[in-house]
């Protein structure tokens, strides 16, 4: 019975020591989950802690409209549009500058003078002969209309013989001096070799002998072929009908003679078209390869001044970081700053006009014709106004040109930094291309400033050496050589400036 009893209590034992068993297992179990998910917690926390307060841990990418990013959203938002608000008040204010240059060109076009001289029948032998003059008075009285007439029109002015001494190549020489844009003259014996026409039977007349159109298109040619020609030809048009017209019904009125009859079937164009223009330029554009030298290829020449000075700078901050050796006293630096950007754009603008003389254009002399009132031939090209030294002219105006342009743009990207200077680069070209590449006599007053730009005169002086047009290259060497003077005063200030913002931390935009 005492075995029975001890075996029945082993029993209860062991069971009691398994249900031990399964309670500390269990216990241990929700002990190791408590556990594991605190360091789960604690690990998330750990996380978001880090991403707010920029621990050791990479920020997690998150969401755009993430609470963490609202006062991101607030300010990029605010500098977004601050930012586009400048740039369209920009565009507004600097653009209209470009495209208000032919805002009055209409009202305008009276400036561009073209001159009615009319020697008909006033000057020896032809001022004494038995027939009035018919055709300078049919001419002078069609300029006077066209001045009277609403529509717009060019500057015709009549001035007498006795204002070019009676000579017609005088008239021409004016139009060289730049004194009128064109010219028209009335042959002294226009109307007397109609008469000898009709009443000889003169096979020989020529309608062209009558009248001359004198120009220099090479002064501007786009002046020319937009503005005058298209007037100057519709003014010839007029004039032929108008004179026909009237000479036919004299002639007519004659018809009754046998002489006269017979006369006008022999020369059939002294009744139409009676008269006519013999056209001289005395300076023609030629050759076509000279159009970028003195138009659109002049804005590289803005361009590349503009970015030589990134290219430089990194240069010549090298003398300041003392990188195994002593920085270079900053007063020093300025002026190599200032010899090796002028010995660069000695070497630049060689480059720039050595592209001139490989397309073609005449550098070496050789056209026969130097008058100033006789048309040059294109069959030896451009005229050359220095003879063998024009190439050297050309590549002097060309330096100072890109020291006036350049320096300038040196200074501004100094004193107002990045991005401001891409804004000032657009500002520079179209304030110099506005005034430069059209002419300003057709602008509206408030480009007047113009004149004194430095791409209007090295555009002016390379017509001049290109061409052999009037001179005023002394004029054009001057304004250039103030520009560089000036920017060469202003150019300390603006390293010292630079310096002073950069050892300040200030920034000039807000981003």
């Given at each position: 019975m005492s075995t029975a009893v001890v075996g029945a209590a082993n029993a209860r034992l062991e069971e009691a020591d398994a249900e031990g068993r399964t309670l500390r297992?269990?216990?241990?179990?929700?002990?190791?989950?408590?556990?594991?998910?605190?360091?789960?917690?604690?690990?998330?926390?750990?996380?978001?802690?880090?991403?707010?307060?920029?621990?050791?841990?990479?920020?997690?990418?998150?969401?755009?409209?993430?609470?963490?990013?609202?006062?991101?959203?607030?300010?990029?938002?605010?500098?977004?549009?601050?930012?586009?608000?400048?740039?369209?008040?920009?565009?507004?204010?600097?653009?209209?500058?470009?495209?208000?240059?032919?805002?009055?060109?209409?009202?305008?076009?009276?400036?561009?003078?073209?001159?009615?001289?009319?020697?008909?029948?006033?000057?020896?032998?032809?001022?004494?002969?038995?027939?009035?003059?018919?055709?300078?008075?049919?001419?002078?009285?069609?300029?006077?209309?066209?001045?009277?007439?609403?529509?717009?029109?060019?500057?015709?002015?009549?001035?007498?013989?006795?204002?070019?001494?009676?000579?017609?190549l005088q008239v021409r020489k004016a139009v060289f001096?730049?004194?009128?844009?064109?010219?028209?003259?009335?042959?002294?014996?226009?109307?007397?070799?109609?008469?000898?026409?009709?009443?000889?039977?003169?096979?020989?007349?020529?309608?062209?002998?009558a009248c001359q159109i004198v120009f220099s298109d090479s002064r501007d040619d786009t002046n020319y072929y937009d503005f005058i020609l298209p007037i100057l030809t519709q003014y010839q048009t007029q004039a032929t009908e108008m004179v026909g017209e009237m000479w036919t019904r004299m002639v007519l009125q004659n018809a009754s003679d046998p002489t006269v009859l017979r006369n006008i079937q022999r020369v059939p164009q002294a009744l139409s078209p009676a008269i006519g223009f013999s056209t001289f330029n005395l300076r023609p554009f030629y050759p076509y390869t000279a159009i970028p030298s003195v138009s659109i290829g002049l804005i590289y020449l803005i361009i590349l001044s503009f970015f030589s000075f990134s290219f430089y700078l990194p240069i010549h901050m090298k003398y300041l970081k003392p990188e195994g050796h002593p920085p270079l006293k900053f007063w020093q630096l300025i002026l190599w700053r200032w010899t090796a950007t002028m010995v660069a754009y000695f070497?630049?603008?060689?480059?720039?006009?050595?592209?001139?003389?490989?397309?073609?254009?005449?550098?070496?002399?050789?056209?026969?014709?130097?008058?100033?009132?006789q048309a040059t031939q294109i069959s030896y090209l451009n005229p050359d106004a220095y003879g063998r030294g024009i190439f050297m002219v050309y590549w002097m105006l060309n330096y100072w040109g890109m020291i006036a342009l350049g320096l300038a743009c040196e200074n501004v990207a100094m004193i107002v930094g990045q991005p401001w200077t891409g804004l000032w680069l657009i500002f520079w070209v179209i304030t110099n291309v506005s005034t430069a590449f059209y002419d300003i006599d057709i602008e509206p007053r408030f480009y007047y400033w113009g004149y004194a730009w430095p791409l209007h005169n090295v555009v002016e002086g390379s017509r001049q050496i290109l061409f052999g047009l009037h001179s005023r290259i002394g004029l054009n060497f001057g304004i250039l050589v103030a520009w560089g003077a000036v920017s060469t005063v202003l150019f300390p200030f603006a390293c010292y400036w630079m310096r002073f913002k950069n050892n300040h931390g200030l920034h000039e935009y807000w981003a």
């Open positions: 297992e269990e216990s241990q179990d929700e002990n190791r989950s408590r556990d594991e998910n605190r360091s789960q917690d604690e690990n998330a926390g750990q996380e978001e802690n880090n991403a707010e307060k920029g621990g050791e841990g990479p920020p997690q990418p998150v969401g755009f409209w993430d609470h963490r990013l609202k006062h991101v959203r607030h300010e990029a938002f605010g500098k977004w549009l601050l930012t586009t608000v400048v740039l369209m008040c920009f565009i507004l204010g600097v653009l209209s500058i470009y495209w208000a240059v032919f805002y009055h060109a209409e009202k305008n076009l009276s400036s561009l003078v073209v001159y009615i001289v009319d020697f008909d029948g006033q000057v020896a032998p032809f001022e004494n002969t038995d027939h009035a003059p018919v055709v300078g008075p049919a001419l002078v009285k069609l300029g006077q209309q066209l001045v009277a007439s609403p529509n717009p029109t060019l500057g015709w002015g009549s001035m007498p013989p006795s204002a070019f001494n009676n000579d017609p001096n730049w004194d009128a844009w064109a010219a028209v003259i009335i042959n002294p014996n226009a109307t007397a070799m109609l008469y000898s026409a009709v009443q000889t039977g003169n096979a020989s007349y020529g309608p062209m002998g070497f630049l603008s060689l480059a720039y006009s050595l592209i001139s003389l490989a397309f073609g254009i005449n550098f070496s002399g050789g056209n026969p014709v130097t008058s100033e009132t």
